[in-house]
C-alpha cells in the first residue's frame, strides 16, 4: 500500500460513495475500486460492505481506518523532519475558505506565515464556509477558515481568530423589497428572505426568526453568503450577513444595512484542524499566527 491510497480510502471511510470519492480525489471509478481490491487483497479482509444503495465499513475496514489515519499522520510528521536543515520547514499546506475570507483576513495571516516559513507550498480551496469543517474532517484540507459551529466536532480543535459581526442587508434599488423596507414599522413576517443552506449561518438567520417570533418567507436558500449578497442586490429579497461579506462584496454600494429589532450574535471566525494533526510542525506554525 502506499499513501495516495490510504488517502484515498480514508476519504471513502468519510463520504461512504464512491463516485463522490472518486469525482472529489480526482481519479476514476475504476482506479478507486482497483485500489481498494489491492488494499483488501494485502490485508486479507473485507474492508466495506456494498450493496446498490449503500456502503458500510466492516468491522475490519474500521480497525484499518484507524491504522491508516495514524500512518498518514506519521508521514506527514516524518516528511517534515527529516530535513536536513531542521529549523526551515518545507512541504504543503492545504487550507480552505470563503471567497470573502480570502481577501478579508487570509492575507494578513498568510504575510505573517510566509516571512517565518518561505518555503512551505501553500495550496488554496475556495467555497462555502458552511463546508469548511467537511472538507477537514474528509482530509481534503488541512484547516478550514469557518465560523464557530454549534455543536462543535469533539474531534476538530479552533483556533479563534475574531469575531465577525452580522446586519441585515437590503437592496437599494427600486424594487418590491425597498418598498417593504421603507415602511414603518416593517412587516418582517411578508418580507422575502434569502438564507443560507446550512451551516452556522443558516442557525443564527433561523435563530433570529424565532427571537422575532414569526415563520419567514423564504425566497431561496443559498450556498455562499458571497452569492446571498449578489441575489439581495438584484432585489430578491433580505437577509442576515456577517458584515466581512458586505465590506468586501464587489456590490456593496447596491445593498443597505437596516437595524435589526433583535440582537444577532456575531460569528467566532477561526482556524480549524484535526486535534490528531496538531503535531504536524506546518499546521502548528500555522496556528502560532494567529
Known amino acids: 500500500m502506499d ?3 490510504l488517502k484515498l480510502y480514508l476519504h471513502l471511510c468519510d463520504s461512504l460513495h464512491f463516485a463522490k470519492t472518486a469525482e472529489q480525489m480526482h481519479v476514476s ?7 481498494l481490491q ?12 456494498r450493496d446498490n444503495r449503500s ?3 466492516t468491522h475490519a475496514g474500521r480497525e484499518f481506518k484507524t491504522f491508516a489515519e495514524q500512518t498518514l499522520n506519521q508521514w506527514h510528521t516524518l516528511k517534515h523532519s527529516i530535513d536536513i536543515k531542521q ?48 472538507e477537514v474532517q474528509q482530509n481534503r484540507v488541512d484547516i478550514g477558515i469557518a465560523a464557530l459551529p454549534d455543536p462543535f466536532p469533539n474531534n476538530l480543535y479552533f483556533a479563534k481568530i475574531e469575531d465577525v459581526p452580522l446586519s441585515i442587508i437590503a437592496p437599494t434599488m427600486r424594487s418590491k423589497v425597498q418598498q417593504q423596507i421603507s415602511q414603518t414599522p416593517i412587516d418582517w413576517a411578508k418580507l422575502p428572505f434569502i438564507i443560507p443552506e446550512h451551516g452556522p449561518g443558516r442557525r443564527r438567520a433561523d435563530n433570529w426568526f424565532k427571537q422575532m417570533g414569526f415563520v419567514p418567507n423564504i425566497y431561496a436558500q443559498v450556498s455562499g ?20 461579506v458586505i465590506n468586501n462584496s464587489p456590490v456593496r454600494d447596491r445593498i443597505q444595512i437596516i437595524p435589526s429589532p433583535k440582537a444577532i450574535a456575531p460569528f467566532e471566525l477561526g482556524c480549524c484542524c484535526k486535534i490528531k494533526r496538531l503535531d504536524d510542525p506546518i499546521i502548528n506554525a500555522f496556528l502560532e499566527v494567529i
Not at 29 to 35: E, G, M
Not at 103 to 110: A, D, G, I, V
Not at 225 to 244: H, K, N, Y
Open 55 to 57: 456502503v458500510t465499513l
Open 38 to 49: 489491492r488494499l483488501e487483497e494485502e490485508v486479507n479482509a473485507k474492508l466495506f460492505e
Open 225 to 244: 453568503q458571497e452569492a446571498i449578497t449578489s441575489m439581495v442586490a438584484l432585489g430578491c429579497g433580505v437577509s442576515i450577513t456577517p458584515e466581512a
Open 87 to 134: 529549523d526551515v520547514l518545507r512541504g504543503r499546506l492545504n487550507l480552505y475558505c470563503s471567497v470573502t475570507a480570502a481577501y478579508s483576513h487570509l492575507p494578513s495571516l498568510l504575510d505573517r506565515f510566509r516571512q517565518e516559513h518561505p518555503f512551505v507550498e501553500i495550496a488554496l480551496t475556495t467555497g462555502d464556509a458552511a463546508n469548511a469543517l467537511a
Open 29 to 35: 471509478p475504476s482506479t478507486l475500486s482497483r485500489a
Open 3 to 5: 499513501i495516495r491510497t
